[in-house]
Each structure stands twice: as structure tokens, then as C-alpha cells.
């Protein structure tokens, strides 16, 4: 749980927000000791556009020996994709969308990663145009990758499709033979609903679900 910032601590969030320079089309909002649900005080930096918003979770490090203080940024990077809907980089329960100074592996440019993110919140914009819901499941593909597992499906090959971060994953099949249920590879597997076969063109489908982590 983070603390009411000292005077001091409240200095080196302030002067690093200020060397963060808000882009072009950006609204810019800065909350410093904000208690959220979890009754932790927070601290941040909030850039957000149309169709991105860029989040830094700001705190302070202290070093034992030197008790010099530094910035320490976990970042999210958030953006809207298809019909409105707003996907982040961050893997739930893994890890953010970035990280700046003592979360990260040197003390980078807040700005050079500012430009990174929103570049790459550019990208996946345009690469969620293609974006298709899978039926029954509710993860999203690709059409390319609609039609790769399509055809691993008709050659019987096992199709696994995995969340972006901590959460449920499947496992999909043509066909489950006694030895592969056996050997542990389906758990308490069912015959996929009608949509998601029709969706793979393969006839039947038989889905099994496991924990991503």
C-alpha cells in the first residue's frame, strides 16, 4: 500500500511530470495522492487522446545506502480497437505495458517511451480492424489466424487458444481418441457449440479449457 508522499517524495513525482511533455491531441490530468477502492494512495499521470490512453502509476524508490531518491513508473497503455471497445498491453496479472526506472531495466527516457507507446497503440489501432470475435469463446483472431487454425483442425492437429494475460485458455480439437484423454491432454472436454464449428468450417469440434498463467 502506497503512503502520503513526504515533501520530498512529492518533489521528484512533481519534477518528473514535468520533463513529461503531453502530445499533440492529448488531454493531460495529474492526480497525486488519489485513494482509490483498495484505500492505497496513487499517484498519477494520465494522457489520453480519442482512441489511446497512457497511464503512469508513479511512486519513489529510495536507495539503502545513498538514500537517494528516484521515480519508478509501472505504465499502462491502453487503446480502442473495434466497435469502441478499449484493449491494454498490460497482461493481467503479469505484467504492465512498461516500466521506467527502478521497475525497468535502466532509467529511460519518460518521453522516448511516450512516443514507443503511442506508436504502438497506432499499430494495434489499425492491426484490430481485422479483429474477429471467436464464437462461444469470446477471445478475438485475426482472419489469417482464423484460417491457419481452421486448417490445423482439419488435419487433426490440436489448436490452443490463450488469453493476453492470467485467465481461462482452450484447447481444441477434431477429434479425442481414449489415449489422449488418457494422457491428460483434454480435461472434461464438450462438443463446441455450432457457431464455433461453423466459424473453423470443421465438423465436430471438441473444446477443453485450462488455466493460463
Known amino acids: 500500500m502506497k503512503e502520503k508522499l513526504t515533501k520530498e517524495k512529492e518533489k521528484v513525482i512533481k519534477d518528473f511530470m514535468k520533463t513529461v511533455i503531453t502530445p499533440k491531441d492529448f488531454m493531460r490530468e ?8 483498495h484505500n492505497s ?26 538514500k537517494e531518491l528516484s521515480i519508478c513508473v ?6 480502442k480497437g473495434i466497435k469502441d471497445n478499449w484493449y491494454t498491453f498490460d497482461r493481467r496479472g503479469i505484467d504492465n505495458s512498461f516500466y521506467i526506472g527502478e ?13 514507443e507507446q503511442i506508436e504502438r497503440a497506432l499499430e494495434a489501432i489499425e492491426r484490430s480492424k481485422d479483429f474477429i470475435k471467436i464464437p462461444e469463446i469470446g477471445l478475438v483472431t485475426t482472419s489469417k489466424n482464423r484460417k491457419e487454425n481452421s486448417e490445423k483442425l ?3 492437429e490440436q489448436v490452443r487458444l490463450s488469453p493476453g494475460g492470467m485467465g481461462t485458455g482452450y484447447y481444441l480439437r477434431k477429434g479425442i481418441s481414449k489415449a489422449d484423454l488418457q494422457r491428460g491432454y483434454f480435461c472434461q ?17 471438441y473444446i477443453s479449457t485450462y488455466d493460463h498463467d
Open 103 to 115: 521497475y525497468g531495466d535502466k532509467k529511460e527516457n519518460a518521453n522516448e517511451i511516450l512516443k
Open 30 to 37: 495529474e492526480k497525486l495522492n488519489q485513494k482509490l477502492y
Open 74 to 79: 509501472t505504465g499502462t497503455t491502453n487503446y
Open 154 to 156: 482439419k488435419k487433426g
Open 189 to 205: 472436454p464438450k462438443r463446441a457449440s455450432k457457431e464455433l464449428e461453423k466459424f473453423y468450417e470443421v465438423n465436430p469440434i
Open 41 to 66: 494512495l496513487d499517484h498519477h499521470l494520465i494522457l489520453k487522446s480519442e482512441n489511446i490512453e497512457i497511464i503512469f502509476d508513479m511512486s519513489v524508490h529510495e536507495d539503502k545506502k545513498t
